[in-house]
């Protein structure tokens, strides 16, 4: 015989013994110490006498009122055990611009004490008097003979455009001396 069929044999007959056992114990007759047991068992009880406390005594507190309102309505609600994300630190907008000027000094046109400036953007050239305006925005206050003042209205800022002022200064000057002689 095989382990596995004396193994089933043995749990059979082990669970035979214990039906039978059970229905002798039902089956018993009366007076038997088996119903006296019993008899015993199911007698009740008196109750115990509560035991004084000593020192002082703690009331009962209820768990609704221990927790917090939101908890107390839903005590299997979902927490988050998580510290607080540190403060967000907002960074302060720069304060306004005005655009870039964009032109640079060409050349000054004199004529009967009216000046005219000469400013080039890339390949435009605009010819502008002081009180005249660029496509920018931008204003011309006043000019002299080294800068040009220069006013964004809008923000009210203001750029000087610096010149040369003298032959020195300029990266033809020799060019323009040659042309005078």
């Not at 703690?58 to 927490?79: I, T």
């Not at 050349?107 to 390949?123: C, K, N």
Request: a positive charge; hydrophobic letters at 45%.
């Amino acid at each position: 015989m095989s382990a596995v069929l004396v193994r089933r044999l043995l749990l059979w007959g082990a669970l035979a013994v214990v039906v039978a056992w059970s229905l002798a114990l039902s089956r018993s007759p009366a007076g038997s110490p088996v119903d006296g047991a019993l008899a015993h068992a199911a007698r009740p009880r008196a109750p115990l006498a509560p035991a004084k406390p000593q020192g002082p005594v703690a009331r009962p507190v209820s768990a609704r009122s221990r927790l917090d309102g939101e908890a107390a309505r839903d005590l299997f609600a979902s927490r988050n055990w998580n510290p607080d994300p540190p403060p967000a630190i907002v960074a302060k907008a720069p304060p306004p611009a005005a655009p870039p000027l964009g032109v640079r000094y060409v050349g000054l046109w004199q004529s009967g004490g009216r000046a005219v400036f000469y400013l080039a953007d890339g390949t435009k050239v605009y010819g502008i008097q002081p009180g005249q305006a660029l496509a920018g925005g931008w204003r011309l206050v006043s000019g002299s003979s080294d800068a040009l003042t220069l006013v964004y209205p809008p923000l009210k800022q203001t750029r000087v455009l610096r010149m040369g002022g003298s032959f020195a200064q300029n990266p033809h000057a020799s060019l323009l001396a040659r042309a005078r002689e």
